[in-house]
């Protein structure tokens, strides 16, 4: 454990040189009144130390002789604790989590100067902590006063943020293997949710035992909020009321993953409630695992970022022409971004501490960064036709081409296929594969073509 950490924080050291960069713990959020939500420490914080309290703030720093990596924390307090949990304290802050000082967070304005005054550039992220951000900045602006007597300190703040981007994107085999938990525990609720779907059921029920197989299973909880969307429900991306009642006919869209120790899963799946479906969710369906498949074969090593959203676009537009919902010429209608109507998300994104993690997607130029060994993402194209889609009406004088409306049978499906992709030095492992993407339950198959 201590290895792990150890080796991020030099990494990082090793990268800033003579800087110094400050890192804030995440701020407790209200749920209502005095009720505060479970705590969940910022990601960059936690990726660093391993530390799971609030009210604490880290600095590394390059340019102090002794100490490189500073915690202040919340000191022992056994009345506070017995209210809300044990703190780890001064003490455990350096025997546990290997700093070389800590203080109490009270010191924090008298003791910050002494590793920030040498540095000549301080790392930072203004994030949602707007009292911190301003300690910041007047901490900032007090050196630069002083740099013209003392002749050093900060002349210039860049983003932490951005300067973790580069080391999170690459998992670690500890990581790789916290994740690889996070996804067993996911693949069991996703199985779960299959086996049981009926007809009459309630979308939450359904939620409810896949939370619990997180629970039961050791994960922290649901990653994010799990979507349970039964009908024409799966057509809002983001749809987490899950209170609806699943009927004969529908297909039930799932996504939902759990967060194992910090590291997350997600997945999601799409099937039918009954043991039928119509033929025109056959057909989307189909066009929708072909997307997924032809974009799981641009995630590799040296392949850039943006080929596998490009790859899954193209066989979606092509399929949507030729299945009459689209009109027009291929390559033109992704130009103009015509299939947004019905896909209209990107196919993917980085998956680590955070669920969309992080990641530079592009240089300086714009143009897109490529896929490295030990990246993962995941990948998720799909089509959603809302049962009140209306087409665009045509500019005047550009109706040679206007997009047909869209026939009643086709209303109210909404479909998404999501795995999760590690790239390997071979290619790439998915990582998800023990959800069937076939439909029907495991002891009914109804075969697809794939």
Not at 10 to 32: K, R, W, Y
Not at 330 to 347: C, N, P, Q, R, S
Request: proline share 4%.
């Amino acid at each position: 454990m201590h290895s792990e950490y150890h080796q991020r924080r030099q990494t990082v050291l090793n990268t800033i040189g003579e800087g110094v960069a400050i890192f804030c713990s995440a701020p407790t959020a209200v749920m209502h009144n005095d009720v505060d939500y479970l705590y969940r420490q910022d990601s960059n914080f936690f990726y660093l130390t391993g530390f799971n309290e609030p009210g604490a703030v880290m600095v590394l720093t390059g340019s102090h002789d002794k100490h490189k990596f500073v915690l202040f924390v919340r000191p022992k307090d056994l009345e506070k604790e017995t209210w809300s949990g044990v703190r780890a304290g001064v003490e455990v802050a350096k025997k546990k989590y290997g700093a070389d000082e800590a203080y109490p967070i009270s010191q924090l304005e008298e003791q910050l100067d002494q590793y920030v005054i040498k540095s000549p550039r301080l790392y930072y992220h203004f994030g949602i902590d707007n009292a911190f951000n301003h300690r910041i900045i007047q901490l900032w602006q007090k050196l630069l006063r002083q740099r013209t007597k003392k002749g050093t300190g900060p002349v210039a703040i860049e983003d932490a943020q951005l300067l973790m981007q580069q080391f999170r994107r690459i998992k670690s085999s500890y990581e790789l293997d916290k994740i690889r938990r996070a996804i067993a525990i996911s693949v069991d609720a996703h199985n779960l949710a299959r086996e049981m779907a009926r007809p009459g059921m309630y979308e939450y029920e359904i939620q409810a035992a896949i939370e619990n197989v997180f629970r039961q299973a050791g994960a922290l909880g649901p990653a994010y909020p799990s979507i349970v969307a039964g009908g024409e429900n799966a057509c809002i991306l983001h749809y987490v009321e899950n209170n609806q009642q699943l009927q004969e006919g529908d297909l039930l869209l799932i996504d939902a993953g759990c967060a194992y120790d910090y590291y997350n899963a997600d997945i999601t799946r799409t099937f039918p409630v009954g043991e039928t479906y119509s033929e025109e969710q056959k057909i989307l369906y189909d066009l929708v695992l072909e997307a997924q498949l032809a974009a799981i074969k641009q995630v590799k090593a040296g392949k850039p970022f943006n080929e596998f959203h490009d790859a899954a676009t193209r066989v979606i537009t092509a399929g949507l022409v030729e299945l009459g919902l689209l009109r027009g010429e291929v390559d033109k209608l992704i130009e103009e971004k015509k299939h947004k109507a019905f896909f209209m998300h990107g196919t993917g994104h980085f998956l680590g501490l955070d669920v969309h993690d992080a990641g530079i997607l592009r240089n300086g130029d714009k143009t897109w960064k490529p896929f490295e060994v030990g990246n993962i993402v995941t990948v998720e194209p799909g089509i959603y036709i809302s049962p009140h889609y209306k087409p665009a009406d045509p500019e005047e004088g550009k109706k040679e081409d206007p997009q047909p409306e869209v026939e009643v049978r086709w209303k109210g499906i909404g479909i998404r296929i999501e795995d999760d992709v590690l790239v390997t030095a071979t290619g790439n492992e998915v990582l998800t594969t023990a959800v069937p993407k076939a439909f029907g339950r495991s002891a009914k198959q109804l075969a697809i073509s794939h």
